[in-house]
């Protein structure tokens, strides 16, 4: 089965760019969904179609999605951020892949 | 405004049966898919399945496949999720989110979640 890896936790300064990777196998050749999820709350759509963003996600959330690995980058990254960051694809075109999740601390 | 509304907390006992639901209002509900996702107690997102309420076309991930049913209600904008014999490992919360269309579109609106607890 298809499989989206990415690192369990990134640490970033306030105000610094943070780098969340999601690896898959020709993932460039699907799209690549973010999701952020806060500590007792419902995941929230932050990036679509590899490079999306949904009305009221601020811009300094960017994707990108070449190769094997998609990207979400965060400029400027706030205490706000904090949290919980998935990725997403499809597999077919009825599997739908989460990757594992990324922690994101704010230092 | 789209919302889903999923039904509240669940505790319930191994063996026993279960069904949560997830109403939808604010769009037309059988122009978009219905996903459930379930998230085990500190751990990462699962797709369990997700179903088109349009002709309640049904797809299942291979991990729950005849573990779960998927069903929906057009007369009453809500999709379903049951179990016939709960497990204590069934103990999670469960999201549903809509979505366009299978590959492309993102799953832009999630219920609040439905805490299931499974527990002699």
């Known amino acids: 089965s298809y499989e989206l890896t990415q690192p369990p936790s990134v640490s970033v300064s306030p105000g610094q760019t943070a780098s969340i990777t999601c690896s898959g196998d020709?993932?460039?050749?699907?799209?690549v969904s973010w999701y952020y999820q806060k500590p007792g709350q419902s995941p929230v759509v932050i990036i679509y179609?590899?490079?999306e963003r949904p009305s009221g996600i601020p811009e300094r959330f960017s994707g990108s999605n070449s190769g094997n690995t998609a990207t979400l980058t965060i400029s400027g990254t706030q205490a706000t951020d904090e949290g919980d960051y998935y990725c997403?694809?499809?597999?077919?075109?009825?599997?739908?892949?989460f990757g594992g999740g990324t922690k994101l601390t704010v230092l | 405004e789209v919302q889903l509304v999923q039904s509240g907390a669940e505790v319930k006992k191994p063996g026993e049966s279960l069904k949560i639901s997830c109403e939808a209002s604010?769009?037309?509900?059988?122009?978009?898919?219905i996903a459930w996702v379930r998230q085990l107690p500190g751990k990462g997102l699962e797709w369990v399945g997700i179903?088109?309420?349009?002709?309640?076309?049904?797809r299942y991930s291979p991990s729950f496949q005849g573990q779960v049913t998927i069903s929906a209600d057009k007369s009453v904008n809500t999709a379903f999720l049951q179990w016939n014999s709960l497990k204590a490992s069934d103990t999670a919360m469960y999201y549903c989110?809509?979505?366009?269309?299978?590959?492309?579109?993102?799953?832009?609106?999630w219920g609040q979640g439905t805490l299931v607890t499974v527990s002699s």
């Open positions: 989110a809509r979505f366009k269309q299978t590959e492309i579109h993102p799953f832009d609106y």
């Open positions: 604010g769009y037309t509900f059988t122009n978009h898919w």
């Open positions: 179903i088109y309420p349009y002709d309640a076309d049904t």
């Open positions: 020709k993932l460039e050749d699907k799209y």
């Open positions: 179609q590899d490079n």
């Open positions: 997403q694809a499809w597999d077919t075109s009825t599997n739908v892949v």
